[in-house]
């Protein structure tokens, strides 16, 4: 199983930004995917997870209202649109996979290099 993100940049406060996920190597209509983060000098953080079929989804405290996860299992990809961008949202984001759904790293076995998002005040 390999994992892709991409998306990521260097924006203002405010602004607007969507990661995708891209999974091969798998069928990824049986996997849940997640978004994690890593801000600079401090421990990952769960961000968003959405189930294999998109049946149940959560969110970060921090990013509800803000950030929507999404899917396309046909395009086996799956997508974070951040929105209202804050500094603190800084950080390199990964996607994560497997069979389980959860906020937990421990419960994702496939992981993709990250993508960094930079937000500027």
């Known amino acids: 199983v390999q994992l892709q993100a991409s998306g990521g940049g260097s924006v203002q406060a405010g602004a607007s930004l969507t990661l995708s996920c891209r999974l091969s190597g798998h069928t990824f209509g049986a996997l849940a995917v997640a978004w994690f983060r890593r801000p600079a000098g401090k421990e990952r953080e769960f961000v968003a997870a959405i189930s294999n079929q998109a049946v149940s989804i959560k969110y970060a405290d921090s990013v509800k209202g803000r950030f929507t996860i999404s899917r396309e299992n046909a395009l086996n990809t799956a997508y974070l649109q951040m929105t209202d961008l804050r500094p603190e949202d800084t950080g390199l984001y990964h996607c994560?996979?497997?069979?389980?759904?959860?906020?937990?790293?421990?419960?994702?076995?496939?992981w993709g290099k990250g993508t960094l998002v930079t937000v500027s005040s």
């Open positions: 994560a996979s497997d069979y389980t759904f959860g906020v937990f790293p421990d419960q994702y076995n496939y």
